[in-house]
């Protein structure tokens, strides 16, 4: 069981709640994560943070940005679309 951390009430201050219910599960088998979705998920990940390492380089340019501005740009705007295919995979 997870201890829950509350401040007592006190004006002048916001009152910390925890996100989601008390019926929201936090366990991983229970909240739905799938393989697939993790996989989906990693993938911007990885486009980050390995695939510099072989785009490194100023030519081909792309509408004149050196390839690998264009491809951190490309990766990042690819970013929110990945997530969402990675949240319609989770088991709901």
Known sequence: MR???FLP??????QVRLMGSEKESHELDEDGITVGSLIVAAIPFLALTVGP???NRLE?????LP?????LVFSVLMTPIFLFCADRLRKR
């Not at 009430?9 to 916001?14: A, D, N, R």
């Open 60 to 64: 081909p340019r792309i509408l004149g």
């Open 53 to 55: 390492l072989f785009a």
């Open 3 to 5: 201890q829950r951390f």
């Open 67 to 71: 390839f690998l501005l264009a491809y």
């Open 9 to 14: 009430p006190c004006p002048g201050f916001v």
